[in-house]
């Protein structure tokens, strides 16, 4: 009898993690779409497979779904962006693969940034991440090389992406090009100034 209820217990806390994946993927597809306040439960509802009764059981309310997700998608990277220390073009390669599948997402939060709150939350914490990608990637100091974070940040940022990309429509690969040879010159830059003072302290 009690192996019977485990295992029904099982049962339905895989169908609830399950639903949970779904919804998170729902919501994603969706906010790729339209904006945030004009996403229904119906639609979450539609795209999940997932009842609205049962969003509204699990969540409560819209703002609390959308909220809940994007928590629980916060420690889960969209895209794949592994730090190669040393590796620019590498490095870059991944950063644009990631901009190729997420991009548009993001353009469409930031879009909405100003006005709702919760796609206010995702950007922040985007941009919280990507500095600290660049900070990891270049090896920098945050509180030393605030300048030469900052122009790195700029270099490699999803607007910089957009511009080459979507606006100029430039090959993904010409984008990485001419994100790399933006890279190199902040580094180079950032290395004669440090030459230059070492001179000046002789």
């Given at each position: 009898?009690?192996?019977?209820?485990?295992?029904?217990?099982?049962?339905?806390?895989?169908?609830?993690?399950?639903?949970?994946?779904?919804?998170?993927?729902?919501?994603?597809?969706?906010?790729?779409?339209?904006?945030?306040?004009?996403?229904?439960?119906?639609?979450?509802?539609?795209?999940?497979?997932?009842?609205?009764?049962?969003?509204?059981?699990?969540?409560?309310?819209?703002?609390?779904?959308?909220?809940?997700?994007?928590?629980?998608?916060?420690?889960?990277?969209?895209?794949?962006?592994?730090?190669?220390?040393?590796?620019?073009?590498?490095?870059?390669?991944?950063?644009?693969?990631?901009?190729?599948?997420?991009?548009?997402?993001?353009?469409?939060?930031?879009?909405?940034?100003?006005?709702?709150?919760?796609?206010?939350?995702?950007?922040?914490?985007?941009?919280?991440?990507?500095?600290?990608?660049?900070?990891?990637?270049?090896?920098?100091?945050?509180?030393?090389?605030?300048?030469?974070?900052?122009?790195?940040?700029?270099?490699?940022?999803?607007?910089?992406?957009?511009?080459?990309?979507?606006?100029?429509?430039?090959?993904?690969?010409?984008?990485?090009g001419r994100t790399a040879a933006l890279v190199r010159a902040?580094?180079?830059?950032?290395?004669?100034?440090?030459?230059?003072?070492?001179?000046?302290?002789?």
């Amino acid at each position: 009898m009690n192996s019977t209820r485990s295992y029904s217990m099982d049962v339905r806390s895989r169908g609830i993690a399950e639903n949970r994946v779904e919804v998170q993927r729902a919501v994603v597809r969706l906010a790729g779409e339209q904006r945030l306040a004009d996403i229904s439960l119906a639609d979450i509802a539609e795209r999940s497979g997932v009842s609205v009764r049962t969003l509204l059981r699990y969540y409560g309310t819209k703002d609390e779904l959308l909220r809940t997700v994007v928590n629980e998608l916060q420690d889960v990277p969209l895209g794949d962006r592994p730090v190669l220390p040393g590796d620019v073009d590498g490095a870059l390669a991944a950063l644009s693969e990631d901009y190729e599948a997420n991009g548009r997402l993001m353009l469409m939060l930031l879009a909405q940034e100003d006005t709702d709150p919760i796609a206010q939350l995702v950007t922040r914490r985007g941009k919280e991440s990507h500095r600290r990608w660049v900070c990891a990637q270049f090896e920098l100091d945050p509180a030393v090389d605030a300048e030469q974070v900052d122009l790195l940040v700029v270099c490699t940022d999803l607007y910089t992406w957009k511009l080459l990309r979507l606006d100029r429509r430039l090959p993904q690969e010409e984008v990485v090009g001419r994100t790399a040879a933006l890279v190199r010159a902040v580094q180079a830059r950032s290395a004669g100034s440090a030459a230059r003072t070492r001179r000046t302290r002789r």
